[in-house]
């Protein structure tokens, strides 16, 4: 099942990869030159907290709320926990599309920086290792 999620894991994050080289492509030749700040100041800030968000909060409350929904059960079946791991995949994978959204619009540095740092965070940490699943699906007792 961790080699189901890595692969879903890449596929999911190579759009954003490959957009992120695009616009860097793009600046590096000229193509695409943003002249400095685009939108208001407001939009750096909203993706920077929705960066955050999708990196932290959001995980954490899912897994929260899953392991409140089946503290009771004996054990977890594997259809189960693996919806909830690709649930968690899909809430940590806003992430990269975030930071390339602030870079395409050509934010302040502060902002740029901490969606960057955000989406680095969310993909380091729940990347879905043979090691990180195996220890959840002892944690959750999974059949």
Same mark, same amino acid.
């Given at each position: 099942? *961790? +080699?189901?999620l890595q692969?879903?894991f890449w596929?999911?994050?190579s759009?954003a990869?490959?957009g992120i080289?695009?616009v860097?492509? +793009? /600046? &590096?030749?000229g193509f695409?030159e943003p002249?400095?700040?685009?939108?208001?100041?407001?939009? *750096?800030?909203v993706l920077f907290?929705?960066?955050?968000v999708?990196?932290?909060?959001v995980?954490?409350?899912?897994? *929260?709320?899953f392991?409140?929904?089946v /503290?009771? &059960? @004996?054990?977890? +079946?594997e259809d189960?926990?693996y919806?909830f !791991?690709? @649930? !968690?995949? &899909?809430?940590?994978m806003a992430?990269?599309?975030? *930071?390339l959204a602030?870079y395409a619009?050509?934010?302040?540095g502060f902002?740029?920086?901490?969606?960057? &740092?955000?989406?680095?965070?969310a993909?380091?940490?729940?990347?879905?290792s043979?090691?990180?699943?195996?220890f959840?699906r /002892?944690?959750f007792?999974?059949?």
């Amino acid at each position: 099942m *961790a +080699s189901t999620l890595q692969k879903r894991f890449w596929l999911l994050l190579s759009p954003a990869l490959a957009g992120i080289g695009g616009v860097w492509f +793009s /600046r &590096l030749q000229g193509f695409f030159e943003p002249g400095g700040q685009i939108g208001p100041a407001a939009l *750096a800030v909203v993706l920077f907290i929705l960066a955050v968000v999708f990196a932290g909060a959001v995980p954490i409350l899912g897994r *929260a709320i899953f392991a409140h929904r089946v /503290r009771h &059960l @004996r054990r977890v +079946s594997e259809d189960e926990f693996y919806r909830f !791991q690709q @649930r !968690q995949l &899909l809430a940590i994978m806003a992430t990269p599309y975030l *930071a390339l959204a602030a870079y395409a619009l050509a934010v302040p540095g502060f902002y740029l920086v901490g969606t960057v &740092l955000a989406m680095l965070y969310a993909l380091y940490y729940h990347y879905p290792s043979q090691q990180r699943t195996g220890f959840d699906r /002892r944690i959750f007792r999974v059949q």
